[in-house]
């Protein structure tokens, strides 16, 4: 079953807190995406990550880390976590990074700092 | 660079009409074009894409999308909604003067009512 999960799904921390998001998929695809989504602004690219410690900067990289030791894993991280960057966070994996490749997204993670 | 606008961002259908959900995009390079459905509290997930050729493309579920070079359009149809077709719909631009990214519209939001 082709999947792409993410954890926790639900997440409150306060302002300074460190935050790790984790994504997982199962499909072995190379090509792996976080992005945040806020109302009225679609999903913005924080980062990609064309396989195991190939990382690049997306739109709005600032604020975030990123750690990719294996295929299926994409880990996000917030260090000392601001109150802006509450928001709803998607893991995207593809296979390929092409200009079409389809991508597959998680459930999210809602998270909520305060 | 590159950019994605969808001018409407709610609309209401009732049941058993038609449906446009209308998308304009930006590109200075060719355009890969893909429509996305969010339902409530889940990711995202490909309706249909554009590539090339037949400028009509057909997706799931009913789905189709016409788009036109002339007119930078990509619109999202469907001859007859149904209630479970409520969500939010994103049209999504990839191009190649994009940096192989995915720049994605605002989001339209669909109620369907009975």
């Known amino acids: 079953d082709m999947k792409v999960t993410q954890m926790p799904r639900y997440l409150i921390k306060r302002m300074g807190e460190n935050v790790l998001l984790e994504c997982g998929q199962d499909?072995?695809?190379?090509?792996m995406y976080w992005y945040r989504q806020d109302p009225g602004l679609g999903l913005q690219l924080i980062y990609i990550?064309?396989?195991?410690?190939?990382?690049s900067e997306g739109d709005i990289p600032k604020g975030y880390r990123v750690s990719r030791k294996k295929r299926e894993h994409f880990s996000l991280i917030l260090d000392s976590a601001k109150t802006n960057q509450t928001s709803v966070y998607f893991c995207?994996?593809?296979?390929?990074?092409?200009?079409?490749?389809?991508?597959?997204f998680g459930p999210g993670t809602r998270l909520t700092v305060l | 660079a590159q950019s994605v606008t969808q001018p409407d961002a709610r609309v209401t259908v009732s049941e058993g009409a038609s449906l446009q959900l209308r998308c304009k995009y930006s590109?200075?390079?060719?355009?890969?074009l893909f429509w996305y459905v969010q339902y409530p509290r889940q990711g995202l997930q490909l309706l249909l894409k554009?590539?090339?050729?037949?400028?009509v493309v057909q997706g799931v579920n009913g789905f189709e999308a016409e788009f036109s070079k002339s007119n930078s359009s990509f619109h999202l149809r469907k001859a007859s909604v149904h209630w479970s077709d409520s969500a939010v719909y994103f049209c999504?631009?990839?191009?190649?003067?994009?940096?192989?990214?995915?720049?994605f519209g605002q989001g339209t939001v669909l109620s369907v009512i009975p």
């Open positions: 999504v631009l990839s191009s190649t003067g994009g940096n192989n990214k995915l720049t």
């Open positions: 554009y590539y090339s050729g037949d400028p």
């Open positions: 990550s064309y396989d195991v410690d190939s990382n």
């Open positions: 590109s200075s390079g060719t355009p890969y």
């Open positions: 499909m072995s695809h190379e090509t």
């Open positions: 995207a994996s593809s296979l390929g990074g092409g200009l079409y490749a389809e991508q597959f």
